[in-house]
T-cell receptor
Framework: SQQGEEDPQALSIQEGENATMNCSYK?????LQWYRQNSGRGLVHLIL?????REKHSGRLRVTLDTSKKSSSLLITASRAADTASYFC???????????FGKGNQVVVIP | KAGVTQTPRYLIKTRGQQVTLSCSPI?????VSWYQQTPGQGLQFLFE???????NKGNFPGRFSGRQFSNSRSEMNVSTLELGDSALYLC????????????FGPGTRLTVT
C-alpha cells in the first residue's frame, strides 16, 4: 500500500530557527496532509494540500507539494519549544478516506 | 464543538482475552476511522465506518473488527489478544465529502501481557 516517507527522521534545532521536513510518496494522490503528535498522544491536523495546489500557508507553517516528483515539504518558521513533537505526512487517494502515514519526523526545539 | 473522545484511555489485558474500545466522533461527523500505532509498524489504518457501514478496511486479521452505531459512535473489538496487539489505538472522525480532513482522539493505550 502507498505510504509517505519523511526525511530526515530526527531533527534538533535551536528556538527561532526554521525546521524543514520532506515527504515522498509513490502514487497519484487526492491530497496530502501533515499532522503533529506530542509524546504518543493523539494527532493534531496541521494542514491539507490538494493535488492541484503547489503551496499552502497556515500561520508559521508552509507546505509545498510537487506532484511531478511526488514529494512534499513542511517548513516551520521561527520554531518554538512547543513545536517539539513528531510530524507525520499522510496521503489520501481519490475516492478514499484512508490516511497512509509516513514514519514521522521527530523534531526537538531547544530553548 | 467537543473533540473526538475515546474510552478507555489505558487498558491492560492478558493474552487470549478480548477488548472493546469506544470512540465518539465530533458532532455531525459521520465517518469514523481507526488506526493502530506501534513503534515498529508506525501508524496503520484499520478500518473506516460511514453511516454504520464499513467503507474501507486495512490489512489486519479478522480478530480486529468494528462497528458503528446510528449516532456515529464507533467501537472496535480485538479478540484473542496477542502480545503484538499492544499499541496506541487512535480513532479519527471526519465530515463528508472529501477532502477528508481528519480529527483524532487522544487514543487508547492497550498493553497486552
Amino acid at each position: 500500500s502507498q505510504q509517505g516517507e519523511e526525511d530526515p527522521q530526527a531533527l534538533s534545532i535551536q528556538e527561532g530557527e526554521n525546521a524543514t521536513m520532506n515527504c515522498s510518496y509513490k502514487t497519484s494522490i487526492n491530497n496530502l496532509q501533515w499532522y503533529r503528535q506530542n509524546s504518543g498522544r493523539g494527532l493534531v491536523h496541521l494542514i491539507l494540500i490538494r493535488s492541484n495546489e503547489r503551496e499552502k500557508h497556515s500561520g508559521r507553517l508552509r507546505v509545498t507539494l510537487d506532484t511531478s516528483k511526488k514529494s512534499s515539504s513542511l517548513l516551520i518558521t521561527a520554531s518554538r519549544a512547543a513545536d517539539t513533537a513528531s510530524y507525520f505526512c499522510a496521503t489520501v487517494l481519490y475516492g478514499n478516506n484512508r490516511l497512509a502515514f509516513g514514519k514521522g519526523n521527530q523534531v526537538v526545539v531547544i530553548p | 464543538k467537543a473533540g473526538v473522545t475515546q474510552t478507555p484511555r489505558y487498558l491492560i489485558k492478558t493474552r487470549g482475552q478480548q477488548v472493546t474500545l469506544s470512540c465518539s466522533p465530533i458532532s455531525g461527523h459521520r465517518s469514523v476511522s481507526w488506526y493502530q500505532q506501534t513503534p515498529g509498524q508506525g501508524l496503520q489504518f484499520l478500518f473506516e465506518y460511514f453511516s454504520e457501514t464499513q467503507r474501507n478496511k486495512g490489512n489486519f486479521p479478522g480478530r480486529f473488527s468494528g462497528r458503528q452505531f446510528s449516532n456515529s459512535r464507533s467501537e472496535m473489538n480485538v479478540s484473542t489478544l496477542e502480545l503484538g496487539d499492544s499499541a496506541l489505538y487512535l480513532c479519527a472522525s471526519s465530515s463528508d465529502p472529501a477532502p477528508y480532513e481528519q480529527y483524532f482522539g487522544p487514543g487508547t493505550r492497550l498493553t497486552v501481557t
